[in-house]
């Protein structure tokens, strides 16, 4: 049933909206107009309630009913009248109550009035007093009483504010009055100078007045006491002389004057008044004195403070010159330039205009001085060094130029109280396949070495350790020589370098580099002598070889710590242990924690799902999630820290790895990042480092098609142009260098680009706007970059391994082309959905997109553009049958050989590689 509102109810009824209301208001039911709601239970018990007053009025009840009616009615009244009835009783019961308990305390009242009376008789027994016919007066003289201290309140309270008033007015008048005995005496005392022999008088001070105004407020105090005592005096006589006072009071031979107290108050308030002004002048005399006191203890505090203030500003001082010497002198600068205010900082490749800027003069002034030196360079152009040195000289003003490294370079300059304990960095260093990160996985008991592209560590790795409740943090460099400025990289943050030969290959060129780094980086090295379990190995013959370049063991009287080990059988792995805590405990590391963070960046790479992604070594201070960073031109704010086991960190302290998500870039591995404060600056910084390396790059000039056959046509330096994607900043980092060793005089290789990710339609275009090859490092090409390569006539070259990419490059500058093994793609494949079978394995549920895949052919399965693994087909079916090759447009399932991560999304393409004769 629907809720109902009362005037619809009422019609319902029969009745109007206001008779409805009445008897809702009979049943307790809340209504408060027509148009209230009334909820199912209300309406059914309205209804029920008023049932038979409807069939009455409706003239259908029968005569019972109209009896049980009636009968009701007349209990309903009965009971009524019996309510009233007790209600009734009860006031008059409680009215009787409050008489009798009114005429009790009259009673109690006059008793205690008659015992006042009879001890006044017994105390004053001379003087009898019959009983007084006003006796009824008592009660009107109390409230006469009662309204007089009321009226004498209010009358203290108007008296208190026309005393301030007063107050107030006879401070004026006391000034005016002071004003005019000053006027007089110094007309008297000039009177008595014009008198040769009358005697002088001198003026009375300003404290003498005050003294004699406190006198006479001693003596006005005591007079008015004197006087108030006087007239308690005069009262009490009159209340003890009453009867003998005539006819006044006398009322049939009795006498009734009530004594008021407030009276003899009014009596002498004129004389309260005055004492009461003048003891506020005197509180306020007292406090203007002790307020001078006061004043004059602090004037007097403050002037002896200003030298110890002097003191200590000039200790600071002190002590800022100091720390900037220290900082000018671990920059290498000289600290009577970095002292001397007078010397301006110009920063190198500074314009004309901020230049005179700089040094508060004209622009014009500089620009005829340029041309004076035959130099014609405009308000916006960029000045040289040489250039600002010659025109400061010339103008008599002092100036150091600064480049954009120092001029952002940060020196921490940390108390002793301040460092605290942290752990070692240990860098693994060694030539390639001699067994480093096989030593690591001894260590950390990681399979990294397994999931690695033919077992060469490709990129640093950093990982952190527990030995025996201590923190060690590991940086595993590359072995290969093509990663040089990767192994500088790492020796240049570490504390301990652990150099890895092999003992049944000796020392090759790669350990004499990593000894080399390892020596002008100033880190002592512990020598592991690996694979000491193979036939042939002699570890002898290694301790023999390293003296030749410095590295002595110990037990020859040398200061190198050498242990023998197999990373692969596990041997001696405690002794290496053993012998890094040994070292580090020898350096006595410290950090300060309770700092802005501050490192270097180990790595970093471009990750689909999470961005730009960089893995960092903290130096100094803690790094928290929400910290501001700059590293490089890179910035943000961190937005988690993942540690090398993959779970979110709160903070990073000292020598910690960590990995941190939010930089709006990809930063470069090598770069230092800081904490700021304000995001602001921070993205100053980096916008100002990246609008100077795009200027950088801008004043190289690339070459085009046309240049460069015209260049070729002329016999000049031939240039080959190559643009370079990987997947990490350290792999670009090492082709770099790589193509800097080489022999550039005949031909000159420029990477005009170099990024981290997949080859995209971008780099294709550079690419052939260039003439450029584009070299692949662990990269797949993306989107239709491959068919617009085809279309464009773009070479593209992928590598797996980076020694084969500079082999290849090598070959062609020298001319000598071998025959090319060339990967031959014979179809690509999407997975769709993957299937766990029993006893097999992991099968993927393709969708062939392009050729015609073969259960022959060498597979590599891509996952975002990166190449996860390499291998070959174990099964190929199409249904239930087995199958040799499946072509396009048709679905199949697709079991990898020794590989079971296949997921939803990736892409394997089908390869062959065959033999193809070079003919240029």
């Known amino acids: 049933m629907a809720i109902m509102r009362v005037h619809e109810l009422a019609k319902e009824l029969n009745m109007t909206s206001k008779e409805l209301l009445d008897r809702l208001a009979e049943m307790k039911i809340p209504a408060k107009s027509h148009a209230s709601v009334l909820n199912d239970a209300y309406v059914d018990k309205i209804r029920k309630n008023l049932a038979p007053e409807l069939k009455e009025r409706a003239g259908i009840i029968d005569d019972e009913e109209a009896r049980k009616l009636a009968e009701e009615k007349a209990e309903a009244e009965a009971k009524k009248a019996e309510e009233e009835a007790e209600r009734r009783a009860a006031v008059e019961a409680e009215r009787a109550q409050r008489e009798a308990e009114r ?104 404290s003498s007045r005050f003294d004699s105004l406190l006198s006479q407020i001693e003596s006005e105090k005591q007079r008015l006491q004197q006087s108030k005592q006087e007239a308690a005096a005069r009262a009490k006589a009159a209340r003890g002389n009453a009867p003998a006072r005539g006819k006044k009071g006398r009322h049939n031979g009795h006498t009734f004057e009530p004594d008021v107290p ?72 000289d600290p009577s330039l970095v002292l001397d205010d007078s010397v301006i900082e110009i920063p190198q490749g500074a314009t004309v205009q901020k230049f005179a800027e700089l040094l508060g003069v004209a622009p014009n002034d500089v620009i005829k001085r340029l041309f004076m030196l035959g130099q014609v360079l405009t308000l916006t152009q960029s000045m040289s060094d040489d250039l600002i040195e010659l025109i400061s000289d010339d103008m008599g003003r002092k100036v150091r130029v600064v480049n954009p490294e120092e001029e952002y370079a940060v020196v921490y300059n940390d108390s002793e109280e301040d460092l605290k304990p942290r752990p070692p960095v240990v860098t693994v260093m060694g030539h390639v396949d001699h067994g480093k990160t096989s030593l690591l996985d001894a260590i950390r008991e990681t399979g990294v070495a397994e999931r690695e592209a033919g077992g060469i560590t490709q990129a640093i790795g950093a990982s952190v350790v527990d030995l025996n409740g201590r923190q060690v943090t590991f940086i595993d460099t590359p072995g290969h020589e093509a990663f040089t400025a990767m192994r500088a990289r790492g020796a240049s943050i570490t504390d301990v370098v652990v150099l890895v030969v092999a003992a049944d290959d000796g020392v090759m060129p790669q350990t004499v580099e990593a000894i080399n780094h390892a020596k002008a980086a100033d880190v002592p090295i512990v020598v592991a002598v690996n694979k000491i379990d193979k036939p042939g190995a002699t570890p002898d013959r290694v301790r023999q070889e390293l003296t030749e370049y410095g590295i002595i063991p110990e037990e020859w009287g040398g200061k190198n710590m050498f242990v023998d080990v197999s990373a692969k059988k596990r041997l001696h792995i405690d002794d290496l242990l053993e012998t890094i805590l040994l070292q580090a405990d020898v350096l006595e590391l410290k950090a300060n924690p309770n700092a802005d963070a501050s490192g270097y960046v180990i790595e970093s790479k471009l990750d689909k799902g999470r961005g730009p992604v960089a893995t960092v070594l903290v130096a100094r201070g803690t790094l928290h999630p929400g910290d501001t960073v700059v590293a490089g031109t890179s910035y943000g704010r961190v937005r988690a820290l993942i540690d090398p086991r993959g779970e979110h960190r709160d903070e990073a302290y000292p020598a910690d790895p960590v990995e941190i998500l939010g930089l709006n870039s990809v930063a470069t591995a090598g770069d230092e990042f800081r904490v700021f404060e304000d995001e602001r600056d921070a993205r100053k910084l980096a916008e100002e480092r990246a609008l100077r390396k795009r200027l950088k790059q801008q004043e190289a000039s690339h070459m085009s098609l046309d240049d460069l056959f015209n260049r070729i046509e002329e016999g000049k330096t031939t240039d080959l142009n190559l643009v370079v994607k990987a997947d990490v900043d350290g792999s670009i980092e090492a082709l770099r260098g790589a193509f800097d060793k080489m022999d550039q005089s005949e031909v000159k290789i420029n990477i005009i680009h170099a990024a981290v990710g997949g080859i995209t339609e971008t780099d294709v275009t550079l690419a052939a706007a260039s003439d450029a090859i584009i070299i692949g490092f662990n990269v797949r090409p993306m989107g239709k970059s491959k068919q617009m390569a085809e279309k464009e006539k773009v070479d593209i070259r992928l590598y797996r391994v980076i020694y084969q990419a500079i082999e290849d490059i090598n070959a062609a500058r020298v001319g000598l082309l071998s025959p090319d093994i060339v990967e031959k793609d014979t179809g690509i494949v999407e997975v769709r959905e993957t299937f766990k079978v029993p006893k097999v394995g992991t099968i993927a549920g393709a969708y062939v997109m392009e050729g015609e895949i073969s259960r022959d052919d060498r597979v590599r399965i891509v996952r975002d553009g990166t190449v996860v693994y390499e291998g070959t087909i174990a099964s190929l079916r199409r249904f239930k049958d087995d199958v040799k090759s499946v072509r396009s447009g048709y679905e199949c399932g697709i079991g990898i050989d020794g590989y079971q991560d296949i997921k939803v999304g990736d892409t394997i393409e089908g390869y062959k590689t065959v033999e193809v004769e070079r003919t240029e």
Do not use: C, F
């Not at 019959?130 to 008592?138: C, F, G, H, K, R």
């Not at 009662?146 to 026309?162: F, L, Q, S, T, Y």
């Open 262 to 333: 407030e009276l003899a108050g009014q009596q002498v308030e004129s004389g309260e008044d005055r004492y009461a002004q003048m003891a506020v002048k005197a509180e306020k005399l007292q406090r203007d004195k002790v307020l001078s006191e006061a004043r004059a203890a602090v004037a007097a505090a403050s002037h002896e403070g200003e030298g110890r203030r002097r003191k200590r500003k000039e200790k600071r001082q002190a002590e800022a010159r100091e720390r900037a010497e220290m900082e000018a002198i671990q920059k290498g600068l």
């Open 103 to 206: 005429a009790k305390r009259q009673q109690q009242a006059a008793e205690s009035e008659e015992d006042t009376e009879e001890a006044q008789a017994d105390q004053a027994p001379a003087v009898k007093r019959p009983p007084s016919p006003y006796a009824n007066l008592a009660e009107q003289i109390a409230a006469e009483k009662e309204r007089v201290a009321r009226e004498a309140a209010e009358a203290k309270a108007r008296a208190r504010m026309a005393a301030v008033q007063r107050d107030v007015a006879k401070k004026q008048a006391v000034e005016q009055r002071l004003h005019a005995s000053r006027s007089k005496s110094s007309h008297k005392s000039t009177e008595q100078a014009a008198a040769p022999k009358a005697p002088t008088r001198a003026v009375p001070t300003t």
